[in-house]
């Protein structure tokens, strides 16, 4: 079977995943793009033979569109995950699920009504190799519990249209699910310390700025984010358990060894970095399409990643405070 995608949002992570769907992936091809500008799915339907779209509704009623892709901005995706839902038609969303935990709320409801999981959230480190070795580490369990995890997420620069709010929202929404998901722990505590500021920040950003975050069972969790570096994308992760540490691998082959030392290519953007996470996730995404089941990140883990997000946002707008993570009962269909 060759799984029928349809694109919603034609910006550079759309079309990025385009690119990898024609060029790099088996099993699938896009048949249509949408996008607010029309003339931007116009744009992507042209390269790949298919139709376009002014509008995610209209794509996700075509007939033949079997499964959606959707990478438009995190604060319209919940109309568009809860009508793919409510055609039965699996949905690989990029992150966030949603901007609230309240939409959240709704696109489960929408998938428990449905009956069957069919959402999928892009959160792609879940399938680069660094974190799996890490989290194979902490699974096996020679090394004693996890104490405490260290992550830096470093950015060269960032837009100007980037803001505070985005720290967390847009960046930091990384590690926290990958917390999540490496510890086997729901993140109950969170608070926002912050630093001193960088000068590389354009008027209005408030950075860097540290996440503390804290689990069920009290495993401290740290999140830097950085975004005005300069020099490259840099993200690190120290796993501290009772009887060792355990780092995420260097990811850049060292090109230069002379009297200076050793020196390493830096990525340059999230690209570079997890082109081979994006690779797989969408792979095994449309793998999973064609057999009819799911996999990946489910909604219930959307959910709960936005309500640490919410509680973070809350923290960095009260200076700092420690907020709880409110999350309701896990219902029984994410088990």
């Known amino acids: 079977m060759t799984v029928r995608i349809g694109l919603i949002g034609c910006g550079g992570m759309g079309r990025a995943h385009v690119d990898r769907i024609v060029n790099d992936l088996a099993g699938a091809k896009v048949v249509a793009a949408a996008d607010l500008n029309l003339q931007a799915a116009?744009?992507?339907?042209?390269?790949?033979?298919?139709?376009?779209?002014?509008?995610?509704?209209?794509?996700?009623?075509?007939?033949?569109?079997?499964?959606?892709?959707?990478?438009?901005?995190?604060?319209?995706?919940?109309?568009?995950?809860?009508?793919?839902?409510?055609?039965?038609?699996?949905?690989?969303?990029e992150k966030p699920l949603a901007t609230t935990a309240e939409d959240c709320k709704k696109i489960m409801q929408a998938e428990e009504k449905a009956g069957k999981k069919l959402v999928t959230?892009?959160?792609?480190?879940?399938?680069?190799?660094?974190?799996?070795?890490?989290?194979?580490?902490?699974?096996?369990?020679?090394?004693?519990?996890?104490?405490?995890?260290?992550?830096?997420?470093?950015?060269?620069?960032?837009?100007?249209?980037?803001?505070?709010?985005?720290?967390?929202?847009?960046?930091?929404?990384?590690?926290?699910?990958?917390?999540?998901?490496?510890?086997?722990?729901?993140?109950?505590?969170?608070?926002?310390?912050?630093?001193?500021?960088?000068?590389?920040?354009?008027?209005?950003?408030?950075?860097?700025?540290?996440?503390?975050?804290?689990?069920?069972?009290?495993?401290?969790?740290?999140?830097?984010?950085?975004?005005?570096?300069?020099?490259?994308?840099?993200?690190e992760c120290e796993v501290v358990m009772e009887s060792a540490a355990a780092r995420l691998g260097d990811q850049e082959k060292t090109v230069i060894r002379d009297a200076s030392g050793n020196r390493n290519a830096i990525c340059k953007s999230h690209i570079d970095r997890f082109k081979a996470a994006f690779d797989t996730e969408v792979q095994s995404w449309i793998n999973a399409v064609a057999e009819d089941r799911h996999t990946g990140s489910t909604a219930w883990d959307g959910y709960a990643a936005t309500s640490v997000v919410d509680a973070a946002l809350r923290s960095q707008e009260e200076g700092g405070k420690q907020i709880a993570v409110e999350l309701i009962e896990k219902p029984a269909f994410y088990n």
Request: a negative charge.
């Open 121 to 235: 959230v892009g959160f792609m480190r879940r399938f680069d190799q660094g974190y799996n070795q890490l989290k194979d580490a902490i699974a096996e369990g020679g090394y004693g519990p996890v104490l405490m995890v260290h992550n830096r997420h470093r950015n060269p620069t960032v837009p100007d249209n980037y803001t505070s709010r985005m720290l967390i929202d847009d960046t930091a929404i990384h590690e926290i699910d990958t917390m999540r998901w490496m510890t086997g722990e729901e993140i109950k505590a969170v608070r926002v310390d912050p630093v001193r500021q960088t000068s590389r920040a354009h008027d209005g950003l408030e950075e860097p700025i540290v996440l503390v975050m804290y689990t069920e069972s009290g495993i401290r969790l740290d999140d830097e984010v950085n975004v005005n570096l300069g020099w490259g994308y840099s993200i």
């Open 42 to 93: 116009e744009e992507v339907a042209a390269q790949v033979g298919g139709k376009a779209y002014g509008s995610g509704a209209e794509l996700i009623a075509a007939p033949d569109v079997d499964a959606v892709l959707i990478a438009t901005f995190g604060k319209v995706h919940a109309p568009d995950v809860i009508a793919a839902v409510e055609a039965g038609k699996y949905v690989l969303c």
